[in-house]
């Protein structure tokens, strides 16, 4: 069983950065695609970024192109999502998700993630 907690939410100003975490236990790190998820009160969960197993690949929505940067450390067991130039549009509950794979891709789909943290609270103030 896979564990995933995320911390590192948070209020910020428009404009500003944050980093969140996710912390993973339970299985080998490596065999699992990750990515980062938000949601809105009253909104469907909607997909922001993804990384390969072995972090040699990453996609981001359009989005959070350009300001939003996905890594892992392995050795540390993981997740980051760094956020810069944060905007009110970006006001969200944040999850990691995690989905055990033997092919070295990505996924944006929520379906196809077996195992989600609790979500941390990203608040922009303008």
């Known amino acids: 069983q896979v564990q995933l907690v995320e911390s590192g939410g948070g209020l910020v100003q428009a404009g500003g950065s944050l980093r969140l975490s996710c912390a993973v236990s339970g299985r080998t790190f490596s065999s699992y695609g990750m990515g980062w998820f938000r949601q809105a009160p009253g909104k469907e969960r909607e997909w922001i970024t993804s990384i390969s197993r072995s972090g040699s690949r990453t996609y981001y929505a359009d989005s959070v192109k350009g300001r939003f940067t996905i890594h892992h450390d392995n050795a540390k067991n993981a997740l980051y999502l760094q956020m810069n130039s944060l905007k009110d549009k970006d006001e969200d509950v944040y999850y990691c998700?995690?989905?055990?794979?033997?092919?070295?891709?990505?996924?944006?789909?929520?379906?196809?993630?077996?195992?989600w943290g609790q979500g941390a609270q990203v608040t922009v103030s303008s």
């Open positions: 998700a995690a989905v055990e794979t033997v092919r070295d891709t990505y996924y944006t789909e929520v379906g196809k993630y077996e195992y």
